[in-house]
């Protein structure tokens, strides 16, 4: 056997001012849902412009990728770095010495 929820009888003002409460929410979420919906498409387009596709798996794909290839261009610059000082270091012991 189910168990019934017993609440009180409400009069005809109070129906209607529920009624007019969820109605209200009713179209507060609608609004809500089609500014969401506009954002979605908007960044879709952007994505799509920009990465050349708006798919999630492809374009964590793609984050993956760049992020590799930042830090090979992160390690090249500081191995180039690393020769410069210590070819810095050669020619001040270079000019110490004399």
């Known amino acids: 056997m189910a168990r ?6 409400l009069d005809i ?6 009624h007019k409460q969820l109605d209200t929410r009713r179209t507060t979420a609608r609004a809500h849902l089609a500014a969401a919906r506009k954002q979605l498409e908007e ?8 990465y050349g596709t708006d798919h999630l798996d492809e374009l964590r794909a793609k984050l993956l990728a760049l992020r590799a290839e930042n830090d090979q261009k992160r390690t ?4 180039h770095l690393d ?3 210590a070819k810095l ?3 001040e012991k270079g000019f110490g010495g004399e």
């Open 89 to 91: 270091a050669e020619v």
């Open 76 to 79: 090249a610059y500081q191995r």
């Open 4 to 9: 019934e929820t017993t609440r009180p009888a």
């Open 83 to 85: 020769e410069i000082q």
């Open 43 to 50: 960044l879709s387009a952007e994505a799509r412009n920009a």
């Open 13 to 18: 003002e109070a129906l209607k001012q529920q």
